[in-house]
């Protein structure tokens, strides 16, 4: 394959496993390096966490122990400093 590479090629996608398991990272690792590259807070990125699982809000809000109107608050504030406007944005952000 490498001799069909085009010289002048600019990028390369690699297709690979999820950031954490790339990473070698544990659920903990991966939320403390959230909140270090995101500038989010610990329970912004327990819930970023929470909808990166995919069972959506409800459930995720339900799990933290928190209320639908919080879980709320906090999906705007990650979605103001991570620069997304949807969840499947945070998510691909994410993976």
């Known amino acids: 394959m490498r001799a069909q590479l085009q010289p002048e090629a600019e990028a390369a996608i690699f297709v690979g496993p ?28 327990d819930v970023a966490w929470e909808i990166l699982k995919g069972d959506g809000r409800d459930a995720a809000a339900t799990r933290l122990g928190i209320a639908a109107a919080t879980m709320r608050a906090h ?18 952000l994410m993976s």
Do not use: C, W
């Not at 070698?24 to 329970?43: F, H, I, M, Q, V």
């Not at 999906?75 to 691909?92: D, M, N, P, S, Y």
């Open 18 to 45: 999820s950031m954490a398991a790339a990473l070698d990272l544990t659920p903990g690792e991966l939320k403390e390096y959230l909140r270090n590259r995101s500038g989010l807070t610990r329970a912004e990125a």
């Open 75 to 92: 999906l705007t504030h990650i979605f103001e400093k991570t620069g997304v406007r949807r969840q499947a944005e945070l998510v691909r």
